[in-house]
């Protein structure tokens, strides 16, 4: 069945550092990765996509790889922020019914 | 932009009552609405994706009498959860997608249902 596994552990860094959060998949073939942001009690905020074709993406201090031969996705914060502290999800999708298969999320704290 | 609503943002009801919650896509036409439960520190669950004006697809093992999707037009969709158990205590959160070249689903604050 399709499997996304995202770093389980909560990842604690500190203020400035570069935060690195892992996606990877299996039995599944995306069209496209999308990384959203969640906070405690509330909806996910969309964040970045990145499509099959696509190698890199950057949205100011974020940046995403998606490498489909080891079927990964990495999702990058630079210079991390406390107020980036969240929980962050991985979603996959592939037909145009844009329906998406979610991780279950990775908690980042950044420690000012 | 690309702003979604949700409500009521919290609700308790009794068993055997039923609760309708109410998703609004505030500044763009949502072609596409979905509709998710999330329990605690769980990942998301899709439970149906509606188009406006044609009937919702339901995931499957989610009872479509119990959960009832309208979606009534391009900025509107509702969900009534009909004779709500305790088990259906959980949080909702919509979904919109804008327009039909759009695939990134833009979320409502989530509604936190408790069934007493």
């Known amino acids: 069945s399709q499997k996304i596994e995202q770093n389980s552990e909560a990842l604690n860094i500190q203020e400035g550092k570069t935060a690195t959060l892992t996606c990877n998949y299996t039995?599944?073939?995306?069209?496209?990765l999308q990384w959203y942001r969640q906070d405690p009690g509330r909806g996910p905020v969309f964040l970045l996509l990145?499509?099959?074709n696509e190698k890199e993406k950057r949205k100011e201090r974020l940046k995403v790889t998606f490498d489909t031969t080891l079927k990964q996705s990495l999702f990058h914060i630079t210079a991390s922020q406390p107020a980036d502290s969240a929980t962050y999800l991985c979603?996959?999708?592939?037909?145009?019914?844009?329906?998406?298969?979610w991780g279950l999320g990775t908690s980042l704290a950044v420690n000012p | 932009g690309a702003v979604v609503s949700q409500h009521p943002s919290w609700v308790i009801c009794k068993s055997g009552t039923s609760v309708k919650i109410e998703c609004r896509s505030l500044?763009?036409?949502?072609?596409?609405m979905f509709w998710y439960r999330q329990f605690p520190k769980q990942s998301l669950m899709l439970m149906a994706t509606?188009?406006?004006?044609?009937?919702?697809?339901?995931e499957q093992g989610v009872e479509k009498d119990k959960f009832l999707i309208n979606h009534a037009s391009l900025t509107l969709s509702t969900l009534t959860v009909t004779s709500a158990h305790p088990e259906d205590s959980s949080f909702y959160i919509c979904?919109?997608?804008?327009?039909?070249?759009?695939?990134?689903?833009?979320f409502g604050p989530g509604t936190r249902l408790t069934v007493t």
């Open positions: 990145i499509r099959e």
């Open positions: 500044d763009f036409q949502a072609t596409t």
């Open positions: 509606s188009n406006e004006g044609s009937k919702a697809t339901y």
């Open positions: 039995n599944y073939s995306p069209a496209y």
């Open positions: 979603a996959l999708g592939a037909g145009n019914n844009r329906k998406l298969i």
């Open positions: 979904s919109a997608t804008p327009g039909r070249l759009a695939y990134e689903q833009y």
